[in-house]
């Protein structure tokens, strides 16, 4: 459970604004990844990264952007080009991408609605 | 890419009955497969997980089953408690390493 934090838990935001999500982990993972879960769609995933200063897209990366200047941070930013951005957000990490380093730990989510 | 396929998408049992979730996916290569429960509003975690060179492992009331051939694995849960109620996703390796899950499975264990 502990380990990867994030926040804030519930976020608003208006039509036209970008928001940044925050992740932060410290079980010195390399890998960190953002989901997004939408009700009866499970988890897409929308960028991952491997390591510090790298970073690859996912699934549904459109209207997203991510860096990873720390090995602990991982900070997503919702913009104005994505067109449907409310939904329930889901930061992860993983020692690594290979076979059961794979395991990945959840951070509690961030909330997001847009008004 | 990979593709995971869950069924059923809701599962509804009474209390000290199993329940069973399926899952297929489409990537020969694919070498590990967790199983995530999910409780209403929080966050996912793991519960069983499962590699390729393994074709079943237990863990108490919880077994998974795999087989490799026919490209499906299987959570199977023993004498069900009204805990067990959750979402539950099952998920497998894609070439590059990265998970695929699949759609989840509304388990309600009714008393």
């Known amino acids: 459970d502990g380990g990867i934090t994030q926040s804030p838990k519930y976020l608003f935001r208006k039509e036209g604004q970008n928001v940044t999500l925050s992740c932060e982990q410290n079980?010195?993972?390399?890998?960190m990844y953002w989901y997004r879960q939408d009700p009866g769609q499970g988890l897409r995933l929308i960028y991952y990264s491997q390591i510090v200063n790298d970073f690859q897209k996912g699934d549904i990366a459109e209207g997203y952007s991510v860096s990873r200047e720390k090995k602990e941070s991982f900070p997503l930013t919702v913009t104005s080009a994505q067109k449907n951005p409310t939904a329930f957000y889901l930061c992860a990490s993983s020692i690594g991408l290979a076979g059961v380093y794979n395991e990945q730990f959840f951070g509690p989510g961030t909330r997001l609605t847009v008004l | 890419g990979e593709n995971v396929e869950q069924h059923p998408s809701t599962l509804s049992v009474q209390e000290g009955d199993s329940a069973v979730i399926k899952c297929t996916y489409s990537?020969?290569?694919?070498?590990?497969f967790p199983w995530y429960k999910q409780e209403l509003g929080k966050r996912p975690q793991l519960i069983i997980d499962i590699r390729s060179n393994v074709g079943e492992k237990k863990d108490q009331r919880i077994a998974v089953t795999l087989n490799k051939t026919a490209k499906h694995f299987s959570l199977h849960i023993t004498e069900t408690q009204p805990e067990d109620s959750a979402v539950y996703f099952c998920a497998a390796t894609d070439s590059w390493g990265k998970l695929q899950f699949g759609a989840g499975t509304q388990v309600v264990v009714t008393p």
């Open positions: 079980l010195n993972h390399d890998a």
């Open positions: 990537d020969s290569a694919s070498n590990y």
